[in-house]
């Protein structure tokens, strides 16, 4: 598997575009993207647990479930279409017929995705007029993928892309996506929008599976804040234009492409956990010796979320005994005078807890290590062989900042 | 009922203290406390669900489970003596044993509170000369009560107590608390020390069933951050000097002394809420109109423990999308499209959402109303006729900047 350029315009047949539509009234900043593939494909996704969901979620939920096939996703930042009640589900299908239009295909061959303050109504007039734009200015160079992960930002400091190449069935498949997500990151989908667009040839069934299984371990694993969104949405479409022998059941190449788009999510998910609003590091968690995968997650997930550890983070202090309170309050029952605490980085590790009290360590070696801008604690519980790993962030001022004047 | 002075003082026949024995070493601030009454007491406590439970936390479910009476509290800020093993248990019994031999009490009379640093041991030398010079300036003046008060603090900005007098039996009642509570407060018995005496007669069994109902409305409602510590307790100990006749079943003065019980810890929990690590606002939820209590207490602790919904409150930002969607990822099933949201302080109160979708309201009253030191949130779901009222604060830098270098 090799890592290469182009992002959502990586795979055949694929075509993305980024424009301004106005709908960030206060910014200059692109706000619409658009992915487009020349041939019809095949979806799945995953959505947002959240009771409340936003419109383009119930929307899209729809269309990956009943729609033939899809071929064109609409995206926008700045206003999330979420809490909107009927008006906002009308404006979804009118966005649809819009962009169906504007690329000659059915209006049920096109997904829809927002993200940005919840409550407002879409500004419809400003959002017909970008599609217009981004119908126009589509591209497949590696700059118009980036374009259309620029335009789908909100809080995000960076845009998020990758792409890859492996060789399945004897022919060369590609797989890229995008994402989005800053704040209101945490499990179960997080906002959070990912875009995976591959030319693999794979049924929709397989496809479905491989889809809801990656989750778990990717996009599932990451927390900024404990906040779920009402409008996360993660979606895989497929052309098939690679021309390897279709995907119909679990055999190598159903695992070659899986690993692809673990790898895929995972470096999108990273990505995402590391540009958490105002974070000044990415802070990932490995728990290992727990006795059941469920409560490697969930013991993991604890830890990620706590406002004490994060801050802790931001301020490069060792403090363990947060993360062993965090634990002790994730709901899984351990026995916490076992329990080994390792902190890791770039600059070294460093076992901070054995057996449940403080390892003889130096707090200044500890220190270096919490400086780096990723860094890793492990907990091994000591009970069994399941572990799990989980991404966040440190917790700091700008996170504030960011969230206390969000709307102004 | 009511209000008098005093705190923990303030029943008959209760003496306290608090000094500075030099457990927090930067600090000239006091950081030892004692409560010590005249005669023997009936004891009753909560304390934290963290699996990870301090030593002080199993040594005082043990001594309120076994021991036949109890005639002080010893109470220490700086170091929590959690994660701390075997030695930390040794620790906790050679306390007792000091403060016993100071006051002439058996060791198994004496209860131990703890708060501040996990991980860390307790500075034995230092704390036995504490207890000697506690035991040599009890009094029991205001000015003692407060004095205590004022030597449990931790990132607390201001001492918490309060102290009422009622008429049960035809005798007059006394009952005052003090408590500490900042960081690391989270539904579950929260480091939160409470520590409530009264001159009541009442039976232990009374007692109990008193204090396991009061805690559920009143400490396990508040949430600063979302952790539950490893040292949250809350002790109630009653000498009976009131001369009331003995409460020894749910009679009208087991009502009157419940309630009492109940507006102490209200306010001491509210008071903890709305001194939250760098909190400016103390910020009230009410969920009206739920199904079951347990759902109205869940959704209620959803929203005040969203750091979006806080970063909002601090930043008067009426942003309501959060609120419900913090409500929809509760785990509580509701229909969106029937909740209303008031947001309510002195300078009065606003439909912010109706029906699930944003209400015809000003944004600048909006914001007028947030900008008050108290605010509440009421989300009326329309299921029922249940209700549930929690406290938070709201996010700040300096929740950030305290809790970045709280060991430093």
């Known amino acids: 598997?090799?890592?290469?350029?182009?992002?959502?315009?990586?795979?055949?047949?694929?075509?993305?575009?980024?424009?301004?539509?106005?709908?960030?009234?206060?910014?200059?900043?692109?706000?619409?993207?658009?992915?487009?593939?020349?041939i019809p494909c095949k979806a799945a996704g995953t959505f947002t647990s959240n009771v409340v969901k936003a419109a383009p979620v119930k929307y899209d939920?729809?269309?990956?479930?009943?729609?033939?096939?899809?071929?064109?996703?609409?995206?926008?930042?700045?206003?999330?279409?979420?809490?909107?009640g009927e008006e906002g589900m009308k404006n979804c299908e009118e966005l649809a017929a819009a962009a169906g239009k504007a690329l000659n295909i059915p209006e049920g061959a096109v997904l829809i995705g927002s993200t940005g303050v919840i409550g407002a109504k879409l500004p419809m007039e400003k959002m017909t007029d970008g599609i217009a734009k981004?119908?126009?200015?589509?591209?497949?160079?590696?700059?118009?993928?980036?374009?259309?992960?620029?335009?789908?930002?909100?809080t995000d400091t960076v845009s998020k892309e990758i792409a890859y190449e492996l060789e399945i069935g004897g022919k060369t498949v590609k797989i890229g996506g995008m994402c989005k997500g800053s704040g209101m990151i945490h499990p179960?989908?997080?906002?959070?929008?990912?875009?995976?667009?591959?030319?693999?040839?794979?049924?929709?069934?397989?496809?479905?599976?491989?889809?809801?299984?990656?989750?778990?371990?990717?996009?599932?694993?990451i927390s900024v804040d404990g906040d779920t969104s009402t409008n996360d949405t993660m979606l895989v479409i497929t052309n098939g234009m690679a021309g390897n022998p279709e995907i119909t059941e679990k055999n190598s190449d159903y695992e070659a492409f899986a690993k692809a788009l673990k790898e895929v999510n995972t470096f999108l998910a990273k990505k995402m956990a590391g540009d958490g609003e105002g974070a000044t590091a990415l802070f990932e968690v490995k728990v290992t010796g727990a006795d059941t995968k469920e409560n490697a997650v969930k013991v993991s997930k604890s830890i990620v979320t706590s406002s004490l550890v994060k801050a802790a983070i931001y301020g490069h202090d060792a403090n363990w005994g947060r993360i062993l309170?965090?634990?002790?309050?994730s709901g899984v029952e351990f026995d916490p005078d076992k329990v080994d605490i390792f902190f890791e980085s770039r600059a070294g590790k460093l076992k901070i807890v054995e057996n449940g009290i403080a390892a003889d360590y130096s707090e200044e070696e500890a220190t270096k290590i919490l400086s780096e801008d990723e860094?890793?604690?492990?907990?091994?519980m000591k009970m069994g062989t399941e572990s799990a790993t989980s991404w966040g962030c440190d917790l700091t001022y700008d996170y504030v900042k960011i969230n206390a004047d969000y709307r102004s």
Chains 1, 2 share one sequence.
């Open 134 to 154: 981004l119908a126009g200015e589509l591209g497949s160079t590696p700059n118009d993928g980036t374009m259309a992960a620029e335009a789908i930002m909100t």
């Open 1 to 38: 598997m090799k890592q290469i350029e182009g992002g959502v315009v990586a795979a055949k047949g694929f075509k993305a575009a980024g424009v301004r539509a106005g709908i960030k009234e206060s910014s200059s900043k692109k706000d619409m993207a658009m992915i487009f593939s020349e």
């Open 375 to 380: 860094v890793t604690a492990i907990a091994d």
């Open 325 to 329: 309170c965090a634990m002790g309050y």
């Open 188 to 221: 179960n989908m997080c906002t959070m929008l990912a875009f995976i667009t591959s030319d693999v040839s794979i049924s929709k069934e397989m496809l479905t599976e491989i889809v809801k299984a990656d989750v778990k371990d990717t996009f599932n694993m």
């Open 61 to 84: 939920m729809d269309i990956v479930n009943n729609s033939p096939f899809v071929q064109a996703v609409v995206v926008n930042s700045g206003v999330a279409n979420a809490c909107t």
